[in-house]
């Protein structure tokens, strides 16, 4: 069939016609193809949590934990009873011979975090330490508590003066309702001993332990 010079217009022009619908198409899909990949490319934002948990802690400790006299006795020639020992700075007096005169006893340091109440007894008492008969006084055993750095124990230190010592546990009450500082300037109390002993002891090492606890 011969296709004559019109047909062959309409054709071509067809072809054209399809051929640019076509390319709009295709624009048109490549631009949201873009549009997406673009989207895609936006910067996120993201948190990391970091966390720590500090506790507080309930410590104390004898930072000076020993008194210790030496060796020594009762000058019953020179007429004497008895001999005294303290750890004041107070002189021993003067039927001791031999004994170290000393002038600090015991430290006691708030080394935790938070303040603190704090008891204090011995396992043995006057008799039980020294021994003796009631001449020259008999045996004592005694105690005071002071402040090492002021308002180390913010109020209540006691006792003040030298008192018997408390042999059951968990004690008496040296420094009350957690007034115990744990400040490093102002943590530690002191624990004078005063001890006289009778002539009339029996010889041999003497020892007693002091207990102190924190709540």
């Given at each position: 069939?011969?296709?004559?010079?019109?047909?062959?217009?309409?054709?071509?022009?067809?072809?054209?016609?399809?051929?640019?619908?076509?390319?709009?198409?295709?624009?048109?899909?490549?631009?949201?193809?873009?549009?997406?990949?673009?989207?895609?490319?936006?910067?996120?934002?993201a948190?990391?949590?970091v966390?720590?948990?500090?506790?507080?802690?309930?410590?104390?400790?004898?930072?000076?934990?020993?008194?210790?006299?030496?060796?020594?006795?009762?000058?019953?020639?020179?007429?004497?009873?008895?001999?005294?020992?303290?750890?004041?700075?107070?002189?021993?007096?003067?039927?001791?011979?031999?004994?170290?005169?000393?002038?600090?006893?015991?430290?006691?340091?708030?080394d935790?975090?938070?303040?603190?109440?704090?008891?204090?007894?011995s396992?043995?008492?006057?008799?039980?330490?020294i021994?003796?008969?009631?001449?020259?006084?008999?045996?004592?055993?005694?105690?005071?508590?002071?402040?090492?750095?002021?308002?180390s124990?913010?109020?209540?230190?006691?006792?003040?003066?030298?008192?018997d010592?408390?042999?059951?546990?968990?004690?008496?009450?040296?420094?009350?309702?957690?007034?115990?500082?744990?400040?490093?300037?102002?943590?530690s109390?002191?624990?004078?001993?005063?001890?006289?002993?009778?002539?009339?002891?029996?010889?041999?090492?003497?020892?007693?332990?002091?207990?102190?606890?924190?709540?």
């Amino acid at each position: 069939m011969e296709i004559t010079n019109k047909t062959l217009g309409l054709l071509l022009v067809a072809a054209v016609t399809i051929s640019l619908f076509g390319t709009i198409i295709s624009i048109n899909r490549m631009n949201r193809i873009m549009e997406m990949s673009s989207l895609s490319g936006y910067a996120t934002t993201a948190q990391g949590n970091v966390s720590v948990y500090v506790n507080t802690s309930t410590s104390i400790r004898f930072a000076i934990d020993y008194v210790d006299w030496g060796t020594g006795y009762v000058n019953t020639t020179g007429g004497y009873v008895n001999c005294t020992l303290r750890t004041d700075g107070t002189p021993n007096s003067a039927g001791c011979v031999g004994f170290n005169e000393l002038n600090q006893g015991f430290v006691l340091e708030n080394d935790g975090t938070t303040t603190a109440t704090v008891q204090l007894y011995s396992n043995a008492n006057a008799s039980q330490f020294i021994g003796g008969t009631s001449d020259g006084g008999g045996p004592q055993f005694m105690y005071k508590v002071s402040q090492n750095e002021s308002n180390s124990c913010i109020s209540g230190l006691t006792p003040t003066s030298f008192t018997d010592v408390n042999t059951t546990s968990p004690g008496t009450t040296i420094c009350p309702s957690s007034n115990f500082n744990f400040t490093d300037s102002a943590d530690s109390i002191k624990i004078d001993l005063y001890v006289n002993i009778p002539y009339t002891v029996p010889p041999g090492q003497k020892l007693a332990v002091l207990t102190a606890t924190a709540s």
